[in-house]
């Protein structure tokens, strides 16, 4: 196909090289394998090319660019796209009090000597501990999804 | 030097080892990195590194929530209590009443995950209800 569409545009070319229709339908025959391409828009007027649009990140647009540029009979690319911004990372989720307070209890419970409160998601640690099983205890109490945690224990 | 710096090693073995939906975001002064692990293996090394940064878990600035994925209903996981047998009650929760015990290394059946602290298991004795996650080691 690719061998096709390069005879093509080669028997297209006139004295003032080749023609703004030919070289759209060789963007729109490109735009059929390439699906970052589709969503975009390309004006032809004497070779430019002007493209506009939204890519998903800048390797992308790069790529269609390049991709324009290959093209025989474009003379320069006006790469006008913009890159999509990625979406805003959705806020951290914190387990409401009372819900925390009874699975923290939980949690702690195994652990003698160690206590706990809950006051706005906040978990505070204190008594104490051995350090072997401290590990164990904070990784059973960041699964609770608290603010935060403060860890007040004694380390036997 | 900023939270995602500090704890940059964490991240970047995170997304080395595999964890998947793996998300570090920073909001009033804590990093919050959340995310599922392919293996219980991986969420042991990453907790080596936490505990390397920050030595005790002192600092207060980082909540990691990475859980292990991949454990089917039907898989296998071991009681791993320190001795005592493991309480297997009616519903999730220590104020649920007790409907049966698993023994301290015994092997029991995951049937499903009502959270992440409650699982529903099933031991070879046929007693059936929830026991608690953290005693129960996946076997692979």
């Keep these: 196909m690719p061998v096709v569409s390069v005879a093509f545009i080669m028997f297209t070319i006139n004295g003032c090289g080749v023609k703004d229709s030919t070289i759209k339908a060789a963007i729109a025959e490109q735009s059929k394998t390439m699906t970052d391409m589709s969503a975009l828009n390309f004006d032809v007027q004497k070779g430019v090319v002007t493209i506009t649009g939204e890519c998903k990140d800048e390797a992308t647009k790069a790529m269609v660019e390049n991709s324009v540029k290959s093209i025989k009979g474009v003379t320069s690319v006006v790469n006008n796209t913009t890159v999509t911004p990625p979406p805003a990372p959705a806020p951290v989720v914190i387990t409401a009090d009372d819900p925390l307070t009874i699975a923290v209890t939980d949690a702690i419970k195994a652990y003698t000597g160690v206590s706990a409160t809950v006051q706005d998601g906040v978990i505070t640690l204190t008594g104490e501990i051995k350090k072997a099983d401290l590990p164990k205890l904070m990784m059973s109490l960041n699964s609770l999804k608290p603010k935060k945690i403060s860890n007040q224990l004694t380390i036997k | ?140």
């Design chain 2, 1 to 140: 030097m900023t939270l995602q710096d500090k704890y940059r090693e964490l991240t970047d073995a995170a997304k080395q080892y595999g964890v998947t939906g793996l998300q570090a975001r920073e909001q009033d002064g804590v990093l919050y990195i959340d995310g599922e692990s392919p293996a219980g293996t991986v969420k042991d090394a990453l907790w080596k590194i936490y505990e390397k940064l920050d030595p005790d878990f002192r600092s207060g600035d980082l909540v990691m929530n990475i859980n292990v994925s991949g454990l089917a209903s039907g898989s296998k996981a071991k009681v791993v209590t320190q001795t005592s047998n493991l309480n297997i009650r009616k519903g999730p929760g220590t104020d649920q009443p007790i409907v049966g015990k698993a023994a301290h290394h015994e092997i029991v059946t995951l049937i499903s995950k009502s959270s992440d602290q409650w699982w529903l298991i099933r031991t070879d004795d046929g007693e059936e209800g929830y026991a608690y996650a953290q005693y129960l080691s996946p076997e692979p």
